[in-house]
Structure formats: structure tokens, C-alpha cells
């Protein structure tokens, strides 16, 4: 993710550039052990926000991707990607930087890196670690909608065909989504105790088409305990279903297990519509119990964009794609908040001009009332998205 903000450690981010270009630069050593890509993005947003005093604004933003990943090897990979984004400023950032090394037992992560708990494209359960439960107040664009990092360390041990366990600590604290990349790093300057250590356990057994997950977290830092289990597997159309709590480490009130208790469960179908055509559709739900699930009113009636926005029970992500060719993409998506009948809708094309260049344009709308999560008065509520991407 990129941090559009400014740079509090110039410094630290100059030699990572300076290392970056370096490597990059070097012949030998990018023949004989890195791979290398760069993406560039450039496009141009109409924003509505509803504001009465200027309504309409116009962004111009360009985003560069740089991706080195280590070849040559099979038993020891690197990778480091590094972002950047020019935008009303400058924002720099590390997503990932980890080294894995496979022993002959298990495996080693090292790094900053996400690991992907559950399984859900918008909502699951199962991701008891960075929280894919949240509500989504940006943009549905994205080719992955929760892509967080954070530096961690990561022990993988394969157990059986399809079946491993894997243990994982997380020596710092998660990152600001809304962090800087100074944010980013200033962990390097601050001391950790034991008691602000988080980290879990998972283990994963495959059952004929049907895969188990289940495991354990613990936030130190959040003083919660995070049980979690998971069912994926394939009947007619993929599936999935998630299940976890979030439980205080202390004095636990055990009448409001409702309020700890989240769900998921998504419905996925891929169809090959001959030649280059495909048609797919995904529905994914979001259940709290203990949340509300009454319309808040009021000054609980907060935007989606609000920290302290209400916490619904329900929620509905359906999409469809359809690719009439190998060059041409069609999405519709549609975040729903059942409770107070508002909505984000995302409709979006692709085209593939050349190898590597993709032209795209996007139309997301807000649908609901003034004090829905989704509003016309919302910051974005309407917005139109159209630029061009490179990848080399």
C-alpha cells in the first residue's frame, strides 16, 4: 500500500532507493540472481464529495512499483518491492521486503510480508491477524481489496499432502493503514517488552475437497485473544466459511460473546465460455451477531470514512466479471449494508492495448441516505477513475 504523505527520514528513504537503483544497474548481478519489474500507473479522478462550496475536484496521480525477486535458487528467495506516489505529494513506501529460506524440514520467513489466514476476497473471519471484517470505505477497484503487511518472522512445517502447521510472531507493531513511510520504519528506534509480543499458531488438513483451518492469535499490544476456524473446499462452486472470536486476555465479560463472534462465508464460480471468454461471480457475507443491526441515528450516524462509524450486522459483497476476450475485462461490484439499505457500486473496464499496457476507466457511486454509511454527502461519494498502467 502506498503512504501518500510526506517523509519524515529522507535519509532512510534515499539508500533504499540508492540500493535499489544499484542493484537494478548491475548486470551481472541482476543476469545472475534478480528478476526485476516496474509498474507505472498514471490516471486522472472527477471526485463528487458533496461539499456545497466545491462540490467537484479533479486528482492527477502517478504510482511507480519497483519488484526485485531473487531467482536462481530454490531454497533461499528475496524479494523487495518499493512504491512510491506523486499525487498533492510525495509518499514513498517498503509493502514488502522478506527473505524465506526452505531447511529441509520447514520453512523461514523473515521480513515484512503478509500471512494470509482464512480465506475470503473482501470478508473473512479467518484473518484474525491484520482483520478482514472491516468496512471498505475507499475505492472497490483494486485487484486485491486487503493487501496489508507488516514485519513479522514466520516458521512453515508441511505435515502431509495439502496439510502443514505454521507458527508466526509479530516482534513490532502492525502498520497504520494510514501510516507514513517513516511510520513505517520507526520501529527500528523503539523497544519492545514481552508482554507487547503478538503472535499465533494455524494448522491446515486437507479432508478429500474440503480443506480445515484452524489456529490461535494473540495481540499483546490489543490484550486479546483471537481463536479462529476455517472450511474451504469445492462443491459445484468454490466455498468458504470463517469463524473466530476476539476475546479480552483479561476480565472477560462472557455475556457479550455475541460482540466478540465474527463470521464469513463466500460463494465463488468460474465459467469458460469458450475460447478467450470467461464469466465469473463471487457473493461473500459478513455476520457480527453482536453488532447493530438497527439503523443508527443520529450523531451515531456516521460515513464509512468515520473511524466511529456504527458497526452493522450484516454485510454483502456480490461481484461479476466477464472477459469477452483475452484483451477485454468487465467488473461490477457492489459493497451492501443491509441494515441501513445503502451501498458502494463499482462498474469498471480493462483493456489490454499492448503487452503490458492496460488502459482502464472506473465509475464508483454512493447509494443511500443522509445518514447511511453510504451517502451522497460521503467524501468520494461519487467518483470517475480513467488512466493507464505499464508493467516492465
Known amino acids: 500500500m502506498v ?6 527520514y529522507p535519509g532512510a528513504a534515499a539508500l533504499l532507493i540508492l540500493a535499489a537503483v544499484t542493484l537494478l544497474l548491475s548486470p551481472a548481478v541482476l543476469k545472475a ?12 479522478s472527477v471526485l ?13 496521480v502517478l504510482k511507480s512499483s519497483l519488484n526485485l525477486n531473487s531467482v536462481g535458487n530454490k531454497n533461499v528467495k528475496g524479494y523487495f518491492q518499493l512504491d512510491s506516489l506523486i499525487a498533492d505529494s510525495f509518499g514513498i513506501d517498503v509493502p514488502r521486503a522478506y527473505l524465506k529460506v526452505r531447511f529441509p524440514w520447514f520453512r523461514l520467513t523473515l521480513g515484512k510480508t503478509r500471512v494470509s489466514w482464512g480465506d475470503g476476497f473482501v470478508f473473512n473471519a479467518g484473518d484474525v491477524v491484520f482483520d478482514s471484517m472491516g468496512v471498505i470505505s475507499g475505492g472497490l ?43 513505517n520504519l520507526s520501529f ?14 494455524r494448522g491446515a488438513f486437507k479432508f478429500g475437497s474440503t480443506t480445515l483451518e484452524t489456529g490461535y492469535f494473540a495481540s499483546g499490544r490489543e490484550a486479546e485473544h483471537r481463536p479462529y476456524i476455517s472450511l474451504h473446499g469445492h462443491l459445484l ?17 462472557w455475556q457479550q460473546w455475541d460482540e466478540w463472534l465474527a463470521i464469513s462465508a463466500g460463494l465463488f464460480h468460474f465459467v469458460n465460455l469458450g475460447g478467450s471468454r470467461s464469466l465469473s461471480f ?10 447493530l443491526w438497527q439503523e443508527a441515528t443520529g450523531t451515531a450516524a456516521l460515513p464509512a470514512s468515520d473511524p466511529d462509524a456504527p458497526m452493522y450486522g450484516i454485510y454483502l459483497f456480490p ?13 461490477l461490484r457492489i459493497l451492501v449494508s443491509p441494515v441501513d439499505l445503502s451501498a458502494l457500486a463499482m462498474t469498471g473496464v480493462t483493456w489490454n492495448v499492448y503487452q503490458g499496457l492496460d488502459v482502464f476507466s472506473y465509475l464508483s457511486l454512493m447509494v443511500g441516505d443522509a445518514d447511511d454509511l453510504y451517502n451522497l454527502d460521503s467524501p468520494r461519494s461519487v467518483s470517475w477513475t480513467t488512466g493507464l498502467e505499464f508493467v516492465f
Open 319 to 331: 461481484e461479476i466479471a466477464f472477459s469477452p476476450s483475452d484483451t477485454l475485462s468487465l467488473q
Open 282 to 291: 463471487r457473493l461473500e457475507a459478513a455476520i457480527r451477531p453482536g453488532s
Open 3 to 8: 503512504r501518500a504523505a510526506g517523509l519524515r
Open 33 to 44: 540472481e534478480v528478476a526485476s519489474s516496474v509498474t507505472i500507473t498514471g490516471y486522472t
Open 188 to 201: 527500528l528506534s523503539n523497544t519492545v517488552s514481552f508482554h507487547e509480543l503478538s503472535g499465533g499458531a
Open 141 to 183: 477497484s483494486a485487484e486485491t481489496l486487503r493487501d496489508e503487511t507488516a514485519w513479522l518472522g514466520a516458521m512453515y512445517l508441511p505435515v502431509g499432502a495439502f496439510s502443514f502447521l505454521e507458527a508466526v510472531i509479530f516482534p513490532y507493531p502492525l502498520p497504520d493503514p494510514e501510516g507514513t513511510f517513516s511510520d
Open 237 to 253: 462452486v468454490d466455498w468458504n466459511l470463517s469463524v473466530s472470536m476476539v476475546i479480552p486476555m483479561f476480565n472477560p465479560q
Open 48 to 60: 463528487y464529495s458533496g461539499d456545497s462550496e466545491d462540490p467537484v475536484t479533479v486528482a492527477a
